[in-house]
């Protein structure tokens, strides 16, 4: 089974930092990545995905993210974070033909001071 | 745009009942919904698939006669959680998936927090 592994829990930035969240996973086969964003008191919403083709990706707001296939990651960037990018960041994968399943990392915890 | 939502977004119940959480997709149909949960500090967890007018496929580990699943139309799944206990307790997020001739779009509800008292 498939596995996800996001190492930073809680990642405290001043506004204009940049911002890289790693995300890992485990699976042989082909893969469907994702980042999610919650914001406090709000749905999960989808940043950005990659299914194929040009393996940096770029989002939402300003984000992107590179698939580095040898390395089994898929990390996001931000090159200067606002206040308002405080939330919950989530990693999640799902292989591809199975029914779109996603597996998510434990989520990282981002908090921008001004 | 398309909306998923989750109704009710607390609520608390005594341990022993049993309590429903409803998941609706306001502006489209959802052939497929998925039901997580969300421990503290911990990775959402998917519990199941729920399939329009079939049965829900359950995630290994999940108690299909303790989460009951029912996804009766195409813009609503309901997971009832039977004699609750207060380790039931979690915040449960039910997902649906939006056909488009591109791709599948999957859209998140707010959430429901379920406390066992």
């Given at each position: 089974a498939q596995s996800v592994s996001q190492h930073n829990h809680h990642v405290i930035l001043s506004e204009a930092a940049s911002l890289e969240l790693g995300c890992n996973y485990s699976y042989g086969g082909t893969v469907n990545l994702f980042w999610y964003v919650q914001y406090p008191g709000q749905?999960?919403?989808l940043l950005l995905k990659y299914f194929s083709g040009d393996p940096l990706v770029k989002g939402?707001?300003?984000?992107?993210?590179?698939f580095i296939k040898s390395k089994f990651s898929f990390n996001l960037r931000k090159p200067s974070v606002?206040?308002?990018?405080?939330?919950?960041y989530f990693c999640a994968v799902s292989i591809t033909?199975?029914?779109n399943k996603l597996t998510f990392g434990t989520g990282t915890q981002l908090k921008v001071e001004l | 745009g398309a909306v998923v939502s989750q109704h009710p977004s607390r609520v608390i119940?005594?341990?022993?009942?049993?309590?429903?959480i409803e998941c609706r997709s306001l502006d489209f149909q959802a052939t497929t919904m998925f039901w997580y949960r969300q421990f503290p500090k911990k990775?959402?967890?998917l519990m199941a698939t729920?399939?329009?007018?079939s049965k829900a496929t359950y995630?290994?580990?999940v108690e299909k006669d303790k989460f009951l699943i029912n996804h009766a139309s195409l813009t609503l799944s309901t997971l009832t959680v039977t004699s609750a206990h207060p380790e039931d307790s979690s915040f449960y997020i039910c997902s649906a998936r939006e056909p488009k001739p591109t791709g599948n779009t999957i859209y998140f509800g707010e959430g429901s927090w379920l406390t066992v008292v």
């Open positions: 749905h999960l919403q939402i707001k300003g984000f992107e993210a590179e606002q206040w308002s990018d405080t939330a919950e033909g199975g029914g | 119940c005594k341990s022993g009942t049993s309590v429903k990775s959402l967890m729920s399939n329009e007018g995630e290994q580990g």
